[in-house]
C-alpha cells in the first residue's frame, strides 16, 4: 500500500461522500447512514500447546436500518478496528444494492490461520463465537456472520455447532451463521457463489455496448487476457468459471509468493492442486514463474481481477495499470486516489459492493433455506418434471397420431425433463440478483453526467435505498 493515503475505511467514506455529493440527503441523514454503529472488541484467551494465548477479535456493525445484520469474519493478522469498519459499511450498501434485506456488520480474528492445526482453530473459533453470542452478535435474528478471508465452510460448521448449543431451545439456531456445509444447513452453491457472481457481472457487462465501449473493449468474454490476484475461495472460481465455461483466457495469476504468467491461459484447476500441494505458485510447471508478484497487476491484460486483500492498487502504481476494466472481486482493492487515477486514464471499475456480492445473496438464500426448514425446490421439482412429461408425451402422441414425424432436437429431452434442484434455483436466483443490480447501476451511471463511473452509480442506489429505509421508519 502506498503510505497511508487514506485509510481502507476513509477510502469508503470518500467514495460514499463523493456519491452522497451528488444526492439530496439532509446533513444528518447522511452522517446517519455514514458513520458505523458500533464496534466491539474482545480479547479472550485459549490454553494451547500447554500455554495460554490471548486472541483479539472485533464485530462491528455498521447499520441496522434491516436486521439482522450480515457480514463475514476473517482471519488475519492485518485485522484491525479500521478495516472491519470499512468492509461492515462495504455490507450495508452491498446489501441494499443486491435488495438482500440485511443491515451491514463485519467480524476478524487477529490470528494466522496457516499457524494452528483443525483442532486448535476449532477450539479457538467455539470461544470467539460464545463471546460474540453472550453479546447478541451471532443470532438468526440479529447478526448472522459467514465465511470471509481465512475462513470457510468448516469454520462456519464449528461457529454454528457452538451456537446451537449455546441456544439448544432455538427451532433457527442453523440461520445463526451462512456458508455451513450442506450436511450442516447449507445450501448447494455457496462455496463457489462469490467467483460466480464474478462471472456473472462481467457477463452481464459484457451484454452491454455501451459500458464496454467505456472501456474500449468489444466482443465477448472468449479470448479476453485476464490477470487474477489470489487464487482462493473467491479468485479460484471466478479464474475457473471464466476460462473454462466462458474461454477467456487467464494469462496471470498472481499469489502471496510470485506470480505465473501463461500468454495461452492458465490451467486453473491445474494451478489450484499445485497450491494446495506445495503452498504456493513456485514450481508450477504450466507457465513461467515470476517472484515479483506485484509488478505483475501491471502486466497488459483486458481484464484485472483482485481477489487477494484491499489497497493493492493505490496511487503508486495506479498509473501503470494497463488493464481496460478491473473487476474488483476482492473488498477494497482500489484506494480512493488510485480511483481518481484510473478514472482518469479511462479505466472501467466494476466496484466491489456489486462484483462480490454473489456471497451475500446465497448466504440471503441459505438464511432463508434455514428459517422455512426445507430445501430449495424439494416441492416443485417432481412436479414440475411430471408436467414437462406430459407435454413432450403429448407432442409424440400428435406427431404419431398426425404422421408428421415429429422429432427432438439431440439433448432436448433430458434437459427439458429436468426439474430444477437447489442448485439450479440458487444460480437462477444469483443470475437474476446481479442482472437486476446492474441494471440499477447502469441507469444511473448513463442517465446523470454528474455521476461519473459505476462506483458512484452503485452508491447512489444504495444510499437511495437505505435514505427510502430510514424514511420509512420515520428518521
Ligand atoms: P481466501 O482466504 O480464500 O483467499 C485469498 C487468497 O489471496 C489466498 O489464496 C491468498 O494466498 C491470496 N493472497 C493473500 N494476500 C495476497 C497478496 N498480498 N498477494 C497475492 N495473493 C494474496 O479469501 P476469499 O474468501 O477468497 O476472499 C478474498 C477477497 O474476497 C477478500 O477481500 C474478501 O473480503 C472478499 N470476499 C469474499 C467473499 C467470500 O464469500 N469468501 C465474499 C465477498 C467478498
Redesign the pocket.
Known amino acids: 500500500m502506498a503510505n497511508m493515503e487514506n485509510s481502507f475505511r476513509g477510502s469508503v467514506e470518500r467514495m460514499f461522500t463523493h456519491a452522497a455529493g451528488l444526492m439530496d440527503l439532509s446533513p444528518g441523514l447522511e452522517e446517519k447512514i455514514r458513520v458505523c454503529n458500533s464496534t466491539y472488541t474482545v480479547r479472550f484467551g485459549v490454553r494451547l500447546r500447554g500455554e495460554i494465548h490471548t486472541f483479539t477479535g472485533y464485530r462491528s456493525v455498521h447499520s441496522e436500518h434491516m436486521e439482522p445484520v450480515k457480514g463475514?469474519i476473517?482471519y488475519s493478522l492485518d485485522v484491525s478496528q479500521d478495516e472491519v469498519e470499512a468492509?461492515a459499511a462495504l455490507m450495508t450498501y452491498k446489501c441494499a444494492l443486491v435488495e438482500v434485506p440485511f443491515g451491514g456488520s463485519k467480524g476478524g480474528l487477529c490470528i494466522d490461520p496457516r499457524a494452528w492445526n483443525a483442532e486448535e482453530l476449532e477450539k479457538i473459533t467455539r470461544r470467539f463465537t460464545y463471546e460474540l453470542s453472550r453479546r447478541n452478535l451471532i443470532s438468526p435474528s440479529q447478526n448472522v456472520p459467514?465465511?470471509?478471508?481465512?475462513t470457510?465452510e468448516r469454520e462456519m460448521a464449528w461457529m454454528a455447532d457452538a451456537y446451537k448449543r449455546l441456544h439448544p431451545d432455538d427451532i433457527n439456531a442453523k440461520a445463526c451463521v451462512t456458508?455451513k456445509p450442506r450436511t450442516a444447513g447449507g445450501i448447494e452453491g455457496r462455496v463457489e457463489?462469490?467467483g460466480r457472481g464474478v462471472q456473472y457481472a462481467l457477463r452481464e457487462f459484457f451484454r452491454h455496448v455501451d459500458v464496454m465501449k467505456k472501456a474500449g473493449l468489444e466482443g465477448t468474454l472468449a479470448g479476453k487476457r485476464v490477470i487474477v490476484?489470489?487464487?482462493?475461495?473467491?479468485?479460484y472460481h471466478a479464474a475457473e468459471f471464466l476460462s473454462v465455461e466462458d474461454k477467456a483466457l487467464i494469462t496471470c495469476v498472481?499469489?502471496?509468493d510470485g506470480a505465473i504468467v501463461n500468454p495461452q491461459g492458465i490451467n486453473i484447476d491445474a494451478l489450484r492442486g499445485h497450491?494446495v500441494a506445495t503452498g504456493g505458485v513456485r514450481g508450477f510447471a504450466g507457465g513461467q514463474y515470476h517472484e515479483e508478484?506485484?509488478a505483475m497487476l501491471e502486466h497488459e491484460c483486458d481484464i484485472l481481477v483482485p481477489?487477494?486483500?484491499?489497497s493493492?492498487i493505490h496511487s503508486g502504481n495506479a498509473e501503470r495499470i494497463k488493464a481496460k476494466l478491473i473487476i474488483e472481486?476482492?473488498?477494497?482493492p482500489v484506494t480512493a486516489d488510485a480511483d481518481e487515477i484510473l478514472k482518469r486514464k479511462g479505466v472501467v471499475i466494476i466496484p466491489d459492493m456489486y462484483a462480490?456480492a454473489g456471497?451475500?445473496t446465497v448466504s440471503y438464500f441459505e438464511w432463508v433455506k434455514n428459517l422455512s426448514q426445507i430445501s430449495l425446490g424439494r416441492m416443485e421439482r417432481r412436479y414440475e418434471e411430471a408436467r414437462a412429461r406430459m407435454l413432450i408425451e403429448e407432442l409424440e402422441r400428435i406427431s404419431a397420431d398426425t404422421g408428421t414425424n415429429f422429432k427432438l432436437a439431440a439433448g432436448f429431452r433430458e434437459q427439458f425433463l429436468h426439474g430444477a434442484d437447489e442448485l439450479d434455483l440458487v444460480r437462477s436466483g444469483l443470475d437474476d440478483t446481479m442482472r437486476e443490480a446492474f441494471g440499477k447501476m447502469r441507469d444511473v451511471w448513463m442517465a446523470n453526467r454528474r455521476v461519473d463511473d459505476l462506483r458512484t452509480a452503485a452508491y447512489v442506489v444504495a444510499i437511495r435505498r437505505i435514505s427510502n429505509v430510514y424514511g420509512s421508519l420515520g428518521l
Open positions: 463475514g476473517r468492509l459467514a465465511p470471509d478471508m481465512g470457510g456458508g457463489a462469490t490476484q489470489g487464487l482462493g475461495n473467491v479468485g498472481i499469489e502471496r497450491i508478484g506485484l481477489a487477494a486483500v484491499e493493492v472481486a476482492a473488498n477494497g462480490n456471497g451475500v
